[in-house]
């Protein structure tokens, strides 16, 4: 795999939109959105100053890998338009190979659609104070990464830049956009995860946990935005050495955070550096992520 890295982008004749933690969003004509996933890595909501090598291919060639097997459960935002043919300059069209795509402009959902097969992160914490998670009662006694006895939607906002997401409840999310749709959001974020845990428990990667992110076109259709089941939206974990009762490692930015955690580090901005063998460990976690799961 191509391990240059992209940490920025400023691309000639297009008009940058956002630039989000990870990707960095122009428009492509009035009705679509070139995405380009660059390899900057966020953690604790903070976006570090080291890019980590293939990371942005990585992410691309997952989502796209889910998005082509989801299509039976929902659309996703994908035109399937080539990306050359929107960036003429052959030295910004080599950097985007790879990791850019061409997608609809929807209205996005204010909400991160999170479903946990098992327990582990703020939904650890959460059962640990009040036995439940976003308002979703669990049984007495699960320990750390214990499986759930079915996955659940645990909602979470969608915060500001430089803001953490906060935990919210199903009727939270009725309130924010109303509850057939809040339904729907619920039942294909659940659905989107069983297909996904099912394919990847046949690779040997338990997928723990993982958020989507949704929006509607003009007529109201759900749709399947952003990115799909990748290390950065979900905890993977190799199936051979998982054991409830601990954090188990992982094939996602959860190394990056483990090692976070040994600094005297406030975790605002700016991030640390990171040292090179954190970089070149973690590029590697990424890339085993993409050959067990896509073959």
């Given amino acids: 795999m191509d391990t240059r890295t992209v940490f920025r982008t400023s691309l000639q004749g297009l008009e940058k939109l956002h630039e989000g933690k990870v990707r960095d969003i122009y428009a ?24 980590i090598p293939g990371k942005g291919r990585v992410l691309n060639e997952i989502s796209n890998f889910w998005f082509a097997r989801t299509r039976h459960i929902v659309p996703n935002h994908l035109t399937g338009r080539a990306v050359a ?5 052959p030295t910004e069209r080599d950097a985007l190979e790879g990791r850019s795509v061409i997608v609809r402009r929807l209205k996005a ?27 979703v009662a669990l049984p007495a006694n699960l320990s750390q990464a214990s499986r759930l006895p079915a996955p659940i939607f645990t909602p979470a906002t969608k915060a500001a830049a430089g803001q953490h997401d906060e935990n919210i ?13 809040a339904t729907r959001v619920r039942d294909t974020a659940i659905a989107l995860y069983e297909f996904a845990a099912a394919h990847a ?11 989507f992110e949704f929006g509607v076109d003009e007529n109201g259709t759900l749709t399947l935005i952003d990115e799909a089941v990748t290390p950065d939206s979900s905890r993977f974990w ?19 955070r483990d090692y976070l955690e040994t600094l005297d580090w406030n975790k605002k901005a700016p991030g640390p550096k990171l040292p090179a063998d954190i970089i070149a460990k973690t590029s590697e976690k990424y890339r085993e992520a993409l050959r067990r799961l896509t073959g």
């Fill in 85 to 89: 043919d929107l960036i003429a300059d």
């Fill in 238 to 256: 190799p199936a051979d050495t998982y054991r409830p009762g601990t954090s188990p490692p992982s094939f996602d930015k959860q190394f990056v």
């Fill in 28 to 51: 492509a004509g009035a009705d679509a959105l070139l995405i380009v996933t660059t390899d900057r890595l966020s953690a604790f909501d903070v976006v570090l100053p080291d890019p």
């Fill in 169 to 181: 409840s199903f009727a939270e999310v009725e309130k924010l956009i109303g509850a057939p749709l």
């Fill in 201 to 211: 428990s046949s690779r040997g990667i338990i997928i723990a946990d993982t958020k």
């Fill in 109 to 135: 959902l204010p909400l991160e659609a999170v479903v946990r097969g098992y327990l582990i992160g703020s939904g650890w914490k959460d059962y640990q104070k009040t036995g439940s998670v976003c308002g």
